[in-house]
């Protein structure tokens, strides 16, 4: 009986988590967006000019445009007519533009978090999951603020995930495939996923076992890829278009103001003024490299379902801090293990992470106009805190049970509205100081920089300590 009004209690819970989750989306759907009143960014003179927002992403991002397309033109057929489409926005393009995302999440990102969450056993913890991950803040303003689909890549991610820690690694390899094949950002997950997979494999006991279940997963890997790929690959040419579409090494080392080394160590020293294009890749290939390797090594020898979430944040931590060519955004990727990570007994992340990490998107944020929804976002987040630090939190018995708690819920969660709050305040008060126009930029991204290195250092000790336990 206990059980089946359990049951009960979380199907309604989830079910509020989800209707809260769409009507964020739908508030922040009725704000500003990326390139909104701007006009076509280039002239273009043939039917396909890639200068003008060409693709640049995996080939199911290709897909899913078009069928998105497909959405949005039955709310206004101009809006996605080639080349008469340039430029041109109304409410009815806006509207399905937004609705596209929202059809995208209910489809893809929720039915992952709800399958996620559903293999934590403890109902308060469950619940307290699927809410940081359906109303995540960053991800929320991202894809339905600045307008992007996110949320594909992110759930197949989630997908795989969940498939890998109940054991049906050739699904989550096929999901984990797609997921690769929409947002090339998930790559920051690759190196975990494919040790983890490489250590269960090792762990057969038979060397034939060992084989056996190698070559399925690889035979998943290849056959996943070839049916995305399919299109492009009877032309050579068209398959390096595309690959290089996707790697645009060209960019240079980072985009805009981002809360990673280079991009903080380059107002000391100018990386890209010194240092050509390819030795600042192999560079930051090397750097990624090393500070994975400690997380990679543990999960290889000791692979475990605990260890495998630690492994995914710290390893993309590493991408985000170190690799080449990222851009503001991508926070998302280390930010989405850091979430599942949140929850009181396996806490190895900080719900202030979801505050830090708007916090490193603000220059992207105030150029879309989204500073209102901006600092709405900070305060959903802190008041994540209140049900991350209390018992029963969903099961209508809340109380702050010990004095960290009451410390992180009364005291800690103001200080850090209030501290982001002072840092924008500091910025504005010294700009005039300064004859550099990118000093807020700088600030932000140097304090980001800082707890994100910490975040990395303490994801690698809790694995440690969990690898130790194995």
């Not at 390139?35 to 280039?42: A, E, V």
């Not at 995930?161 to 998930?186: D, E, P, W």
């Not at 040419?237 to 380059?266: H, T």
């Not at 600092?375 to 029963?392: P, T």
């Amino acid at each position: 009986k206990a059980m089946l009004q359990e049951s009960r209690t979380a199907r309604w819970l989830s079910s509020g988590i989800v209707a809260l989750g769409l009507v964020l989306r739908l508030c922040l759907g009725s704000h500003s967006y990326s390139g909104k009143g701007n006009p076509p960014m280039y002239m273009n003179t043939t039917e396909n000019d890639l200068g003008y927002w060409g693709i640049d992403y995996p080939p199911l991002s290709a897909y899913q445009s078009w069928l998105s397309g497909k959405f949005v033109s039955l709310f206004d057929q101009r809006s996605v007519v080639l080349l008469d489409s340039r430029g041109y926005e109304n409410a009815s393009s806006k509207l399905g533009m937004r609705l596209s995302v929202i059809a995208a999440d209910l489809l893809v990102y929720i039915p992952a978090c709800l399958a996620l969450s559903s293999t934590i056993p403890l109902l308060s913890e469950r619940m307290f999951v699927l809410l940081v991950l359906v109303c995540n803040p960053a991800v929320l303003i991202i894809d339905h603020g600045h307008f992007q689909y996110n949320g594909i890549g992110l759930g197949l991610t989630i997908g795989a995930i969940f498939c890998i820690v109940t054991r049906r690694y050739l699904m989550g390899s096929a999901l984990f495939c797609c997921a690769l094949n929409h947002k090339q950002m998930t790559l920051y997950f690759a190196p975990a996923v494919f040790v983890h997979l490489l250590g269960m494999c090792l762990k057969e006991k038979k060397i034939l076992g060992k084989a056996t279940m190698l070559a399925r997963l690889g035979a998943v890997v290849v056959v996943s890829f070839i049916i995305c790929w399919i299109p492009f690959i009877g032309s050579m040419e068209m398959l390096q278009q595309v690959i290089k579409r996707i790697f645009p090494l060209q960019r240079g080392l980072f985009e805009d103001y981002v809360a990673n080394f280079w991009c903080v160590s380059s107002l000391i020293f100018k990386w890209k003024k010194y240092i050509t294009g390819a030795h600042l890749a192999k560079m930051c290939a090397m750097a990624t490299m090393v500070a994975s390797l400690p997380s990679l090594i543990m999960e290889v020898t000791k692979p475990s379902r605990e260890t495998f979430i630690l492994c995914l944040m710290n390893t993309s931590l590493a991408f985000f801090l170190f690799s080449y060519q990222v851009h503001e955004k991508s926070i998302l990727i280390p930010l989405m293990p850091m979430s599942i990570l949140m929850y009181p007994s396996r806490r190895a992340s900080s719900v202030y992470a979801l505050n830090i990490s708007l916090m490193t998107m603000y220059p992207l944020l105030k150029k879309d106009g989204l500073l209102g929804p901006y600092w709405a976002m900070h305060v959903l987040a802190l008041s994540f805190q209140y049900f991350g630090n209390q018992e029963g939190s969903f099961s209508g018995k809340c109380k702050l049970t010990n004095i960290r708690s009451i410390l992180e819920f009364a005291v800690f969660s103001p200080l850090v509205l209030v501290g982001i709050f002072l840092v924008h305040v500091f910025c504005v008060i010294a700009q005039p100081y300064t004859t550099k126009e990118y000093f807020t930029d700088a600030v932000i991204m140097a304090a980001g920089f800082g707890f994100l290195v910490l975040q990395l250092l303490i994801g690698n000790i809790r694995q440690y300590i969990q690898w130790k336990a194995n």
